[in-house]
């Protein structure tokens, strides 16, 4: 058996406001496989994601990455957790926060401990992964939206995490961009857990889709298979653009 | 590394202005470190002090005491006093701050406030201040389009119930960003401190050629009180 990237086993959270987002939720993700995971708006994918590094802590069931129990309540294994969970933000704005590409790159690593010219080494090696090495020294305002986003996933890049988890990637790209993103991700070798609405995106990138819908995993499967299953898409609100045939 | 010289400047000028009288002589001292600046620049950034120099301009008609007759004109002598003062202050303190920000950019002044020990908490809000402005203003704007666009317009007290809902759905978005962006902060291993700048290092001539500034204008000073 190959070594496991992620295992979630019966995850259930329920929100201080009475709202139940997951119910049990099972997961495991090989080494080295790029998994979609598809879902409605709401179904929960979020609260999924907050909880591989430990930002929610773990109610109910368990969580563990590259075989370490994810436990919030160990600031010590919340760290390295955190340099083994690579999370991507759909709002490059929000990743984003230093005021210099550069200096934001180098964030994670140098809370990490890394200094010196090991630091520039790193944030160097990033930024070339995404091919925005020209673009160090800019303010991340004067990027273009594709651009940023490629920032930002140097910026998680950086920690050479276990598991890189990007919360929809492709929105708000345009065509090239997206192409571009794609061709980035493609080129990586690394394990991928991919939030998504854009099934053809998804198709393109991973060999494996789960639907998450209502807190649960409804199905999980060759990416193939799932996505020529319309009547299970059309059951959990997801549809292939018109015309798009697998 | 020309930053905390002229930092060093702006925090240390005030102190000697405090004599009004003295405060003209290191106003010849700043246009003299000005030099490589256009003048004309310095003139228009200037302008922003004119509210100032209104103000002060009306001072000598109020006032109590001495009276002063000038151009025909019966002026108080305290106001005048008051007046002088402001215009001179003022003036020195929009020269130094146009000196430094023509000089050093808003990172390097960040990078300067740190080395001079300012708490960290305080450089941190300043440095994220200066990354969000621009996103934050661009959402202004666009909820100002996205008004205009149904039709609004802000044309009297009537409106203003509508420009503080946007104020206020705006606080409440910068309020949720700041959420996220600590999330994302965290996620990366953020524990309090951000990431300083190692490289930093202050030769003796730099703080020589930073203190020079207020060196002079305090040298100034005790001689005029001297006399």
């Given amino acids: 058996m190959r070594e496991k990237s992620l295992e979630i086993s019966e995850l259930a959270y329920v929100y201080p406001d009475g709202n139940q987002a997951l119910y049990g939720v099972n997961l495991s993700i090989s080494k080295g496989e790029r998994v979609a995971l598809l879902g409605p708006n709401g179904a929960g994918k979020t609260t999924l994601v907050l909880h591989l590094n430990g930002i929610i802590p773990t109610m109910q069931g368990k969580v563990r990455v590259a075989g370490e129990l994810v436990d919030a309540k160990n600031a010590e294994s919340i760290r390295s957790i955190r340099h083994k969970v690579g999370i991507v933000f759909q709002d490059p704005d929000d990743q984003l926060f230093m005021p210099t590409v550069g200096e934001d790159v180098a964030f994670g690593p140098y809370n990490a401990g890394l200094r010196g010219l090991e630091l520039e080494k790193a944030v160097k090696d990033a930024l070339e992964l995404v091919g925005m090495s020209d673009f160090i020294d800019r303010p991340p305002h004067h990027l273009s939206f594709g651009q940023r986003r490629r920032v930002a996933v140097a910026t998680v890049l950086v920690m050479k995490p276990a598991i890189l988890v990007m919360d929809e990637p492709s929105s708000n790209l345009d065509p090239a961009a997206r192409r571009e993103l794609a061709e980035i991700i493609t080129s990586l070798d690394i394990t991928l857990l991919m939030v998504t609405h854009d099934l053809p995106f998804a198709h393109e990138l991973c060999q494996r889709a789960v639907i998450l819908s209502a807190g649960v995993v409804v199905a999980d499967g060759q990416i193939g298979s799932v996505l020529s299953d319309s009547k299970l898409l059309e059951a959990h609100r997801l549809e292939l653009p018109k015309g798009f045939t697998l | ?227």
Avoid at chain 2, 22 to 32: E, K, M, N, Q, R
Avoid at chain 2, 50 to 59: R, S, T
Avoid at chain 2, 65 to 70: A, I, Q, S
Avoid at chain 2, 167 to 189: C, D, P, Q
């Fill in chain 2, 1 to 227: 590394m020309a930053v905390l010289l002229f930092i060093l400047v702006a925090v240390a000028t005030p102190i000697t202005n405090i004599d009004a009288h003295i405060a003209y002589f290191s106003v010849i001292w700043l246009a003299l470190a000005i030099a490589k600046i256009p003048p004309l620049i310095v003139i228009k950034r200037s302008l922003i002090e004119i509210p100032f120099v209104a103000f002060a301009l009306l001072m000598p008609f109020f006032g109590q005491g001495e009276r002063v007759d000038f151009l025909g004109l019966s002026l108080y002598q305290e106001g005048i006093n008051a007046g002088a003062a402001i215009i001179a202050k003022a003036t020195l303190g929009v020269l130094s701050a146009i000196l430094l920000s023509a000089t050093t950019t808003a990172r390097e002044i960040l990078r300067g406030l740190e080395v001079l020990r300012l708490p960290s908490m305080l450089v941190q809000i300043a440095t994220f201040m200066l990354r969000y402005l621009n996103v934050v203003t661009d959402e202004m704007e666009r909820m100002r389009v996205a008004r205009a666009s149904r039709g609004f317009e802000a044309k009297g007290i009537r409106h203003w119930r509508v420009l503080a809902n946007s104020a206020g759905a705006l606080f409440i978005r910068s309020y949720e960003r700041g959420e996220r962006v600590h999330l994302a902060m965290l996620s990366r291993g953020y524990s309090g401190t951000l990431p300083k700048e190692e490289r930093v290092t202050i030769s003796p001539n730099q703080i020589v050629l930073g203190l020079a500034l207020p060196l002079l204008a305090l040298a100034s000073l005790l001689i005029s009180v001297s006399l």
